[in-house]
């Protein structure tokens, strides 16, 4: 967890770095995205064995950036997504099925301006999974998995406030329950 989070804080420091040679102004103010993407989750459902399954993730997110002197804004995230991902185990006896719900996030993030068209960002928080599973057809129920998540990206602005977003991220839950994502967006700024 520490070697994840000296990653970030020096691919900020490596975003802001060439952002602050140049005269670029931090992006600020209120921001909206709707994104959709990869989502690999794993799920250790007995102790040695860990399954992996892709689907797609899909979801809206909205932000805040507050811009400092320069070309470096700290802001915050809030996201709501969902997933069609689910994981079998069946063992010809047994069949467990796990499905992948709707996931909340809240946290912080650093972004640089690196040129008027590109701002790449570094973010961490709080993430809360909705995971539901089937046993031999019948219904367990659902739990929320308390979280972390790490991610970087960037946006690309197509016009005076619209942009689009390309974000890589990994989030990992309680329970033996992880997940990769990588996500496209396309957004406004207000």
Do not use: C, W
């Not at 670029?24 to 990869?38: D, I, K, L, N």
């Not at 005076?160 to 839950?173: D, G």
């Amino acid at each position: 967890m520490k070697n994840i989070a000296t990653a970030l804080v020096l691919a900020a420091s490596a975003i802001a770095a060439p952002a602050m040679a140049q005269d670029v102004s931090a992006p600020s103010g209120p921001r909206a995205e709707a994104v959709v993407g990869y989502d690999r989750i794993s799920v250790e459902p007995v102790s040695g064995v860990t399954l992996h399954k892709d689907g797609v993730a899909y979801g809206l997110a909205v932000g805040y950036d507050i811009p400092t002197a320069g070309s470096v804004a700290f802001g915050v995230d809030a996201e709501v997504t969902g997933a069609s991902t689910k994981v079998v185990f069946d063992d010809g006896t047994d069949r467990l099925e796990v499905k992948a719900g709707r996931d909340l996030y809240v946290g912080a993030r650093v972004t640089a301006a690196v040129n008027p068209r590109l701002n790449l960002y570094a973010k961490v928080g709080y993430t809360n999974a909705r995971i539901s599973a089937e046993y031999n057809g019948e219904g367990l129920g659902g739990e929320n998995g308390d979280g972390v998540r790490f991610g970087v990206g960037g946006q690309l602005a197509i016009m005076q406030r619209s942009y689009l977003s390309l974000e890589y991220r990994y989030s990992n839950y309680e329970g033996g329950f992880s997940r990769n994502q990588v996500l496209a967006g396309v957004g406004v700024r207000f």
